[in-house]
């Protein structure tokens, strides 16, 4: 199967293997071996899986993806606060128009607010993204953002009772951080934040 583009079965067995991965997350013995598990991981899938985002170019020199030590600091776990009802519509390259809907936010103390999204189609799912100030800043993070929580692809930290684990250790790069011919939902208004948050994955050069 090849991995530009990616075929349908190499990308189910992709969210399978990422949806394993974030189980074994939740079930670790602490947050940090989790995060040592998932940076092993991911590493391993974007070095050896078929439906690697990495463009072709970029394999053969793939040493691992750029995610500092885990520091407990910016690890929470927050209600999730009624707000004002907000839609999102978001094109993108391969599943066309993608619609969310704000659910919520939560309140990261020290760090800010970030809206919480429901996928608003078939799946339904969880979605937060976040911007910090390092975003497009030289040894910052991605330009458009990263993801926390993306539950109906897997990237799930768990939390219960109308509360998320919100482990910014656990920040990821979209596809089109890798892939320019990728279109990513990227953060809203609502999940940019105005200080700069050293944990999580890097940008990608």
Request: glycine share 12%; net charge negative.
């Amino acid at each position: 199967m090849s991995a530009q583009p990616a075929s349908a079965l190499a990308v189910l067995d992709w969210r399978r293997s990422t949806f394993a991965m974030y189980a074994a997350v939740r079930a670790a013995a602490s947050p940090a071996e989790g995060h040592a598990l998932w940076r092993a991981q991911r590493d391993r899938m974007f070095r050896e899986h078929p439906a690697t985002p990495l463009l072709p170019e970029d394999r053969p020199g793939f040493d691992g993806l750029v995610v500092p030590a885990y520091d407990p600091d910016w690890r929470f776990e927050a209600e999730v606060e009624p707000t004002g009802s907000a839609r999102l519509d978001v094109p993108t390259g391969t599943d066309g128009v993608v619609p969310f809907e704000r659910v919520g936010l939560v309140r990261l103390p020290d760090v800010g607010t970030l809206d919480v999204w429901r996928l608003a189609s078939y799946g339904g799912g969880i979605f937060v993204p976040v911007r910090d100030a390092s975003a497009g800043t030289p040894g910052g993070t991605y330009g458009g953002g990263r993801y926390l929580l993306d539950t109906v692809k897997g990237a799930d930290l768990g939390g219960g009772g109308g509360r998320l684990v919100l482990d910014l250790n656990f920040a990821y790069n979209p596809s089109c951080a890798y892939d320019p011919e990728w279109a990513c939902p990227l953060a809203p208004a609502g999940n940019r934040l105005t200080v700069a948050i050293p944990a999580g994955e890097r940008s990608f050069s």
